[in-house]
């Protein structure tokens, strides 16, 4: 499971899709078969979190891993490349970007 905290040494990842309401549905069933099948599967993979807005019109993808390298080596690998494929089909625009947590409350 994801864990927020400032005291732990490890590479966040959130991902942004824009959608429409139409295909919201869609990506999310590819974003949840995605890792249940492969990206929860990989080494270093700690945990994952999918955000939807009221209006399914973005979609934010959180997840964590042990480190920067266990990321980079799951985007490379062909079958990450086949689901990014279809994530693009799905959306206006995605964007995943590497995150350090640098404060928490509550």
Request: net charge negative; aromatic share 10%.
């Given at each position: 499971?994801?864990?927020?905290?400032?005291?732990i040494d490890l590479q966040t990842v959130?991902?942004?899709?824009?959608?429409?309401?139409?295909?919201?549905?869609?990506?999310?069933d590819e974003?949840?078969?995605?890792?249940a099948d492969f990206v929860a599967k990989q080494p270093g993979f700690i945990g994952a979190a999918i955000h939807v807005n009221d209006a399914q019109t973005r979609v934010a993808n959180y997840v964590q891993w042990e480190s920067r390298e266990h990321f980079q080596a799951m985007l490379r690998t062909n079958e990450m490349q086949a689901y990014s494929q279809k994530f693009a089909a799905l959306c206006k625009v995605f964007e995943p970007v590497m995150y350090d947590v640098v404060m928490t409350a509550g």
């Amino acid at each position: 499971m994801p864990r927020i905290s400032t005291d732990i040494d490890l590479q966040t990842v959130i991902t942004t899709f824009e959608v429409t309401p139409a295909t919201c549905p869609d990506l999310l069933d590819e974003l949840r078969a995605a890792c249940a099948d492969f990206v929860a599967k990989q080494p270093g993979f700690i945990g994952a979190a999918i955000h939807v807005n009221d209006a399914q019109t973005r979609v934010a993808n959180y997840v964590q891993w042990e480190s920067r390298e266990h990321f980079q080596a799951m985007l490379r690998t062909n079958e990450m490349q086949a689901y990014s494929q279809k994530f693009a089909a799905l959306c206006k625009v995605f964007e995943p970007v590497m995150y350090d947590v640098v404060m928490t409350a509550g």
